[in-house]
Each structure stands twice: as structure tokens, then as C-alpha cells.
T-cell receptor, first 108, second 112 residues
Framework: GQQVMQIPQYQHVQEGEDFTTYCNSSTTLSNIQWYKQRPGGHPVFLIQLVKSGEVKKQKRLTFQFGEAKKNSSLHITATQTTDVGTYFCVGNDYKLSFGAGTTVTVRA | DTEVTQTPKHLVMGMTNKKSLKCEQHMGHRAMYWYKQKAKKPPELMFVYSYEKLSINESVPSRFSPECPNSSLLNLHLHALQPEDSALYLC???????????FGQGTRLTVV
């Protein structure tokens, strides 16, 4: 079955710095979704990517879907304390299977 | 209304108890999901309902029994649970099985 690997597992970032988290699938994905879960909260949908090579931006967040539709990345610029949380990629194989997540902490 | 409502928010139950978790949405979503999440782990899919029919059961033990009485409601019946079943139980819904999912706040379950 499909497996979605996500790296790094933890990301400690200085406030104001940029970072990227990566998602890799063993199979071609029909689409990929990204969710954010704040500490003590529930997953909240961020974006869905469908097309090969697609790039979408949400303010300081840039999401990319690979040309082969097997990988994706989330890049955050000028990290703020509000970015704290765990970011999950979800390879949509009609089951919404979550990757392991990247947990982000921010040093002020 | 873009909410998924889960009740109760917290539940403590003994290993011989029977309890139920409830999930409700009024967004007209036809896919509904149950997830189990342990601390510092990703949500782990348990069940998927599509058009009120169970379409996926991820080899979940029979002490967890899902039910979808109508298109707005999803229940999870619990019986003879073990302490290791203590976790956050999340319900989600989506318009169909390829669109964005909305999650409820979850039920934090403790089995004693």
C-alpha cells in the first residue's frame, strides 16, 4: 500500500529563519494535502495540490508538488511563533493517510 | 456551518464499561472518518464511511464498533477497552473522499 514518508521529524527554527519540510511517497499520488495541528489541537486543512509541478502560496507558506507526483514540500519563510505545531502531509489514496509529521518549534 | 462537533470532549471509562463517541456535521459531507491519535504520533485511520456505508476498516479490533445512522452522524461504540486504547479520537468529514477534510476537536479517552 501507499506509504508517505516525511522529513525531518523535528525542526527547531530561530524566529525569522526559513525552513522546509519534505514529503515522499512510494507511489504516484492523485493529490496531496497538507494539514497543521497546533499543540493540544486538531488537524486543520492548509492546502491541496493536484497537478504535477503545482506550486501554491499562502502568505509565508509555499507548497510544491513534484513533477512525478511522488513528493511534495512545504517551505515557510520568516518563521514566526504562530508557526509552531506539527505539519502533516496526507497522500490522498481515498483514505486520508497521514505522514509522520514535522513538529516545528520556534526560538524567539 | 463548517464545524464538526464531537461529544464528549473527555471520557474516562473502565475496562468493563460500554460507551459511545458521537460526531456530527451539517455540511452535507458524504465521507466521514474516525482516527485514533496517541501523543506525539500522527492520526491513525480507523474507519471510513462513504455515503453512510462502511468502506474502510483498518483492521480495527471489534471492541470498537462504528455506526453511521444518517448522513450527518457518526458514532463509535466502545466496549471492553484496554488501557492502551487511551488516546485522542478524532472524527473528520469531507465532501467526498478526495477533498479537504474538516476535523472535530476530538474526544480524549482514558481507559482505567
Amino acid at each position: 500500500g501507499q506509504q508517505v514518508m516525511q522529513i525531518p521529524q523535528y525542526q527547531h527554527v530561530q524566529e525569522g529563519e526559513d525552513f522546509t519540510t519534505y514529503c515522499n511517497s512510494s507511489t504516484t499520488l492523485s493529490n496531496i494535502q497538507w494539514y497543521k495541528q497546533r499543540p493540544g489541537g486538531h488537524p486543520v486543512f492548509l492546502i491541496q495540490l493536484v497537478k504535477s509541478g503545482e506550486v501554491k502560496k499562502q502568505k509565508r507558506l509555499t507548497f510544491q508538488f513534484g513533477e512525478a507526483k511522488k513528493n511534495s514540500s512545504l517551505h515557510i519563510t520568516a518563521t514566526q511563533t504562530t508557526d509552531v505545531g506539527t505539519y502533516f502531509c496526507v497522500g490522498n489514496d481515498y483514505k486520508l493517510s497521514f505522514g509522520a509529521g514535522t513538529t516545528v518549534t520556534v526560538r524567539a | 456551518d463548517t464545524e464538526v462537533t464531537q461529544t464528549p470532549k473527555h471520557l474516562v471509562m473502565g475496562m468493563t464499561n460500554k460507551k459511545s463517541l458521537k460526531c456530527e456535521q451539517h455540511m452535507g459531507h458524504r465521507a466521514m472518518y474516525w482516527y485514533k491519535q496517541k501523543a506525539k504520533k500522527p492520526p491513525e485511520l480507523m474507519f471510513v464511511y462513504s455515503y453512510e456505508k462502511l468502506s474502510i476498516n483498518e483492521s480495527v479490533p471489534s471492541r470498537f464498533s462504528p455506526e453511521c445512522p444518517n448522513s450527518s452522524l457518526l458514532n463509535l461504540h466502545l466496549h471492553a477497552l484496554q488501557p492502551e486504547d487511551s488516546a485522542l479520537y478524532l472524527c473528520a468529514s469531507s465532501l467526498d473522499r478526495i477533498t479537504e477534510a474538516f476535523f472535530g476537536q476530538g474526544t480524549r479517552l482514558t481507559v482505567v
